[in-house]
Nanobody, 128 residues
Framework: VQLQASGGGLVQPGGSLRLSCAVSGFSLAAYSFGWFRQAPGKEREGVAYYSTSYGETYYPDSVKGRFTMSRDYATNTYYLQMSNLETEDTATYYC??????????????????????WGQGTLVTVSS
């Protein structure tokens, strides 16, 4: 089971960026997924969750309306489209997978501890 995140970079406030998470070793349909971020000196926080078993997505208020999580079963890839980026979005972003069967909102409540497979992270810097 391997996840590899990519697509990070430097973007100006108000700009957009799309992150990718290439998944290998298992089918997307067998796991639920999450995107997380961690800024220096801060705890890791979730920004998007997809429950495969419930077929739904959940976003916390901090990114709702700006971030969109999607997936491509043909290429076994998850995406995080980020728009209207703010300086506060600067962080290293990670994708992760879990076998837990629960709703997307519940994935958010449980947080990073229930995700057992992680990508290596990709840095997003929002700055003018």
């Amino acid at each position: 089971v391997q996840l590899q995140a990519s697509g990070g970079g430097l973007v100006q406030p108000g700009g957009s960026l799309r992150l990718s998470c290439a998944v290998s070793g298992f089918s997307l349909a067998a796991y639920s997924f999450g995107w997380f971020r961690q800024a220096p000196g801060k705890e890791r926080e979730g920004v998007a969750y997809y429950s495969t078993s419930y077929g739904e997505t959940y976003y916390p208020d901090s990114v709702k309306g700006r971030f969109t999580m999607s997936r491509d079963y043909a290429t076994n890839t998850y995406y995080l489209q980020m728009s209207n980026l703010e300086t506060e979005d600067t962080a290293t972003y990670y994708c992760a997978a879990t076998t837990m069967v629960t709703a997307a909102r519940a994935l958010g409540i449980f947080g990073p501890s229930i995700f057992d497979s992680w990508g290596q992270g990709t840095l997003v810097t929002v700055s003018s």
